[in-house]
C-alpha cells in the first residue's frame, strides 16, 4: 500500500523557521495537503494544494514541492505552533487517500 | 456556520457492530465528497471511506473493506458509516469530514472503543 513519510519529530526555538519534509512516489503527480492537530483536537487545514493557504491561515505557513517530496515551512515560529503536523495525498490513480505519520513540533 | 457533528460512538465488544452518523449543516451538503477519517489513541490519522456525492462512488482503506459500509443520504444531510465485525485495531476516534481533495471541514470526532 501507499505510504508518505514524515519524520517523527522537528524542534526550533521561537522565531526560526520549522521545515517539515513529507516524501511519496506519488507526491510528483498528485496535490499534497498539510493539517495541524492540537491535543483533544481535529485537524486543521494549513496548507492546501501544495503550496495554498486557506483563509485564516497565518502567512508564515506555507508549502512548496520538489518531485517525491514536499515540504511545510512555518517562518517565525510561535509557541502556539506547537502542535502534530499531517501531510496527506492520494495514491497514483486518485482514487486512495493516505496520510503521513505525522510530525511533532516542539517550539523550545 | 459550517458544522459536521459525529455521533454514535461508543464501547462494542469484539465482533460487534456499531453505526456513526455525520450530520451536516451550513453548506450545501449534496455537493460535496465526504469521508470517514479515524485516529486510534496516541496513533496518527487513517483515511477510512470516503462517498461521492451521489453515492455512485465509494472507496475504502483495504482494512475496513467488507466489513465497513459507507452511505449517506443528502435530503437529511447526513452521512453514515455502519460497522461490523470489529476488533481492537478498530478502536479510534472517527472524525467525518467534507472533502475536496483536502478535508477540508472536520467534526469533533466520535470516540469507538472495541473492548471485552
Known amino acids: 500500500s501507499y505510504e508518505l513519510t514524515q519524520p517523527p519529530s522537528v524542534s526550533v526555538s521561537p522565531g526560526q523557521t520549522a521545515r517539515i519534509a513529507c516524501s511519496g512516489d506519488?507526491?510528483?503527480?498528485?496535490?499534497t495537503y498539510w493539517y495541524q492537530q492540537k491535543p483533544g483536537q481535529a485537524p486543521v487545514l494549513v496548507v492546501s494544494k501544495d503550496s495554498e493557504r486557506p483563509s485564516g491561515i497565518p502567512e508564515r505557513f506555507s508549502g512548496s514541492s520538489s518531485g517525491a517530496t514536499v515540504t511545510l515551512t512555518i517562518s517565525g515560529v510561535q509557541a502556539e505552533d506547537e502542535a502534530d503536523y499531517y501531510c496527506?495525498?492520494?495514491?497514483?490513480?486518485?482514487?486512495?487517500?493516505?496520510f503521513g505519520g505525522g510530525t511533532k513540533l516542539t517550539v523550545l | 456556520e459550517v458544522q459536521l457533528v459525529e455521533s454514535g460512538g461508543g464501547l462494542v465488544q469484539p465482533g460487534g457492530s456499531l453505526r456513526l452518523a455525520c450530520t451536516a449543516s451550513g453548506f450545501s451538503f449534496s455537493s460535496y465528497w465526504m469521508s470517514w477519517v479515524r485516529q486510534a489513541p496516541g496513533k496518527g490519522l487513517e483515511w477510512v471511506a470516503n462517498i461521492k456525492e451521489d453515492t455512485t462512488e465509494k472507496y475504502y482503506v483495504d482494512s475496513v473493506k467488507g466489513r465497513f459500509t459507507i452511505s449517506r443520504d443528502n435530503a437529511k444531510n447526513s452521512m453514515y458509516l455502519q460497522m461490523n465485525s470489529l476488533g481492537a485495531d478498530d478502536t479510534a476516534v472517527y472524525y467525518c469530514?467534507?472533502?475536496?481533495?483536502?478535508?477540508?471541514?472536520w467534526g469533533q470526532g466520535t470516540m469507538v472503543t472495541v473492548s471485552s
Open positions: 469530514a467534507r472533502q475536496r481533495g483536502a478535508f477540508e471541514i
Open positions: 496527506q495525498s492520494a495514491d497514483s490513480s486518485g482514487t486512495y487517500w493516505v
Open positions: 506519488a507526491l510528483p503527480k498528485q496535490y
